[in-house]
């Protein structure tokens, strides 16, 4: 997705002219996890839909010049590069968005059976919600050869993947996502572990719930608790997420201790909500570390 970003300079005011500026960025939540995941030093190969035009074309050579593979991607001929229009507050909080997806819809079984060498070769692939057919699909046809780790993306989105939800070895919603997944409200620490209990009980390995500015609550099943990265001003929330999800998947592939995984997905989240891009240019490995050493952690143990 090509990312169209305003941030509002002053307090925003609705049916009005906002003064601010506006950057142009390549987005979609699976390419910024695909983007991250290469800064930090992870073989990649992100598989998706761009429009066979100008902007889709950047995007390829982008991917190219970044580390990570686009060149199995399926490339629109009647429809553009679908195209993600936000606006944030002057604090870089979301106060609406406008999303152009239409050709996302192009893509069929088809295509994915076209791909099974790569999920095969895949440890890990991390999906969004935006097409349960094909999703089921996936899952179906690959679920025994590759783990599946699902970000949701919107609450709207999580209810379509609801009843494939146990299919996945881990899942990462907000709370709002969270919430539909076990049809109950969470408000706190004892909402938290019960839907934790009844994630697992579905199938779910991992569990990670984003909850904003209070931070993450994670749950293997053994050690469950709450993280959270003390004094972190956002500047841009956008890529937040997408960066923690990165951080998973460097986590699993370097073999961490899930605690100590989940404070590296939170420094890479905070690397990415306090700069203005979706995508901090200066996410890296060593970025992350340096980060990780100077944090300040406040930990909730809620193991059974």
């Known amino acids: 997705i090509v990312d169209i970003t305003g941030f509002c300079a002053v307090e925003y005011i609705p049916f009005n002219s906002n003064p601010g500026r506006v950057r142009i960025s390549y987005g979609g939540v699976c390419r910024n996890i695909a983007e991250n995941l290469s800064r930090v ?11 066979d035009d100008e902007t889709g074309r950047g995007m390829l050579d982008y991917s190219r010049r970044i580390g990570y593979c686009m060149d199995d991607s399926l490339i629109l001929k009647k429809n553009g590069t679908p195209t993600y229009m936000v606006i944030l507050d002057h ?3 979301m106060i609406s968005a406008v999303v152009d997806m239409k050709g996302i819809e192009e893509a069929d079984e088809a295509f994915v059976d076209s791909k099974a060498e790569h999920f095969r070769q895949a440890a890990y692939t991390f999906v969004d919600a935006d097409n349960p057919k094909l999703l089921a ?7 025994e050869e590759t783990r599946f780790v699902l970000d949701p993306v919107s609450a709207a989105k999580a209810a379509n993947v609801k009843h494939l939800i146990g299919e996945f070895y881990a899942i990462k919603p907000n709370i709002h996502e969270a919430e539909i997944l076990v049809g109950f409200g969470i408000k706190n620490n004892e909402d938290l572990i019960r839907a934790a209990q009844e994630l697992h009980k579905k199938g779910v390995a991992h569990i990670f719930i984003s909850l904003g500015a209070n931070g993450i609550f994670y749950s293997n099943g053994n050690e469950m608790g709450r993280l959270k990265a003390k004094d972190v001003k956002a500047i841009n ?3 937040g ?3 923690f999800v990165a951080g998973i998947g460097y986590g699993y592939m370097n073999d961490m201790p899930f605690k100590e995984m989940v404070k590296y997905a939170i420094a890479m989240s905070v690397i990415a909500v306090t700069h203005a891009e979706t995508i901090n240019p200066e996410m890296c490995g060593d970025c ?15 193991s059974q």
């Open 91 to 93: 604090e870089g909080e």
């Open 288 to 302: 992350v570390e340096t980060h990780m050493g100077k944090f300040e952690w406040e930990e909730l143990d809620l």
């Open 41 to 51: 030093g992870i073989n990649t190969k992100f598989i998706s839909i761009v429009g």
């Open 237 to 239: 929330v956008t890529g």
């Open 241 to 243: 997420g997408d960066a």
């Open 137 to 143: 699909h996936m899952l179906e046809q690959f679920g």
